[in-house]
């Protein structure tokens, strides 16, 4: 069983900064997509970035891209997600989350943590 636990999230102003962290239990080494997913008060989970932990290739939502930067320490089995000039809309409960090869679903999920950011 994988574990991945989240942390970082928290109130900040909009045009601020918070930096997410995930450190996941267990990893097959290199074979892991890690993703973070995003939920809305009253709206679905959404993926935010993922990254291939093989070779660190990275892929983002139209709504963040060029302000978030998801990426990865291996030594450290942890993902990051730096997130920069945060809007109201950002507020959500993100989600870390991984995927094992060959799976259309992400696999495994952290608990989630809360991001506000106000105007």
């Known amino acids: 069983q994988v574990q991945l636990v989240e942390s970082g999230g928290g109130l900040v102003q909009a045009g601020g900064s918070l930096r997410l962290v995930c450190v996941v239990s267990?990893?097959?080494?290199?074979?892991?997509?890690m993703g973070w997913f995003r939920q809305p008060p009253g709206k679905e989970r959404d993926i935010v970035a993922a990254?291939?932990?093989?070779?660190?290739?990275?892929s983002y939502a139209d709504s963040v891209e060029g302000r978030f930067t998801m990426s990865s320490d291996n030594a450290k089995n942890t993902v990051y997600l730096q997130m920069n000039n945060l809007k109201p809309e950002d507020t959500a409960v993100y989600y870390c989350?991984?995927?094992?090869?060959?799976?259309?679903?992400?696999?495994?999920w952290g608990q989630g943590t809360q991001v506000t950011v106000s105007s």
């Open positions: 989350a991984a995927k094992l090869p060959g799976y259309d679903r992400y696999n495994y």
């Open positions: 267990r990893r097959t080494f290199g074979r892991y997509t």
């Open positions: 990254i291939s932990w093989s070779d660190s290739t990275t």
